[in-house]
């Protein structure tokens, strides 16, 4: 199950149901100029882990051709998406789901998409958790589909950047599960469930975004 951890850059709320995110915030434009450029024109985009739902309005105004799905297993979360959706008046973005993507079995129900995007998650939960959101993925995947997954990695199991290594020592003190997973360990996962890894971008403040799609 995904849990919630006492995070540095926490959302805050505001008037209304809408949550804020400082870190959305700041990475949501670089984001979204990657998926632009690798995303499917036309099809089914499913967000998992959307969050407060900054990414979702930005991605849907910025690739109209794409019917967004976002979800998530918080309903305060769920609650923030469906009121930035309806500030934004974004028409192809559906009601947030409830999902939580590190239970077994959800592709059945959130699938095929022909793009999945997962942001910032992976950090955040087990490795037996890790394999089972991964797996999850690339059945929910259609063919011909790309899967975006972005966030901090440790390389050949080390961290990029001092700021990195303490905050993967931060969030192994809070539970010691969790912690940034290594890219090569990720990249296997995936391959050895059928995917093909497309692409690795360098993105701001050492993250990355990999790029992974599954055969047409």
Same mark, same amino acid.
């Given at each position: 199950?995904?849990?919630?951890?006492?995070?540095?850059?926490?959302?805050?709320?505001?008037?209304?149901?809408?949550?804020?995110?400082?870190?959305?915030?700041?990475?949501?434009?670089?984001?979204?100029?990657?998926?632009?450029? /690798?995303?499917?024109?036309?099809?089914?985009?499913?967000?998992?882990?959307?969050?407060?739902?900054?990414?979702?309005?930005?991605?849907?105004?910025?690739?109209?051709?794409?019917?967004?799905?976002? !979800?998530?297993?918080?309903?305060?979360?769920?609650?923030?998406?469906?009121?930035?959706?309806?500030?934004?008046?974004?028409?192809? /973005?559906?009601?947030?789901?409830?999902?939580?993507?590190?239970?077994?079995?959800?592709?059945?129900?959130?699938?095929?998409?022909?793009?999945?995007?997962? /942001?910032?998650?992976?950090?955040? /939960?087990?490795?037996?958790?890790?394999?089972?959101?991964?797996?999850?993925?690339?059945?929910?995947?259609?063919?011909?589909?790309?899967?975006?997954?972005?966030?901090?990695?440790?390389?050949?199991?080390?961290? !990029?950047?001092?700021?990195?290594?303490?905050?993967?020592?931060?969030?192994?003190?809070?539970?010691?599960?969790?912690?940034?997973?290594?890219?090569?360990?990720?990249?296997?996962?995936?391959?050895?469930?059928?995917? !093909?890894?497309?692409? !690795?971008?360098?993105?701001?403040?050492?993250?990355?975004?990999?790029?992974?799609?599954?055969?047409?």
């Amino acid at each position: 199950m995904i849990r919630k951890l006492d995070l540095p850059d926490a959302a805050g709320a505001t008037a209304d149901a809408r949550i804020s995110a400082p870190s959305a915030l700041r990475n949501r434009d670089a984001i979204t100029a990657e998926l632009t450029r /690798i995303a499917p024109k036309h099809g089914c985009a499913l967000e998992i882990a959307s969050g407060t739902g900054e990414h979702v309005i930005r991605f849907a105004a910025a690739m109209p051709g794409l019917e967004w799905q976002p !979800t998530d297993p918080d309903p305060t979360r769920r609650a923030s998406v469906a009121a930035w959706v309806a500030d934004a008046k974004l028409r192809n /973005i559906r009601p947030a789901l409830h999902l939580d993507a590190a239970s077994p079995g959800w592709a059945k129900d959130h699938g095929p998409a022909d793009l999945i995007v997962l /942001i910032n998650l992976l950090h955040l /939960i087990s490795m037996p958790e890790v394999a089972t959101v991964l797996a999850e993925v690339a059945k929910a995947l259609a063919p011909g589909g790309r899967f975006a997954l972005y966030g901090p990695f440790l390389r050949d199991g080390q961290a !990029t950047s001092q700021g990195d290594a303490d905050f993967d020592t931060a969030l192994r003190a809070q539970d010691p599960a969790i912690g940034y997973k290594d890219m090569a360990d990720v990249i296997a996962m995936l391959q050895s469930h059928g995917l !093909t890894h497309a692409d !690795t971008i360098a993105m701001p403040a050492n993250n990355l975004l990999l790029v992974f799609s599954r055969p047409a």
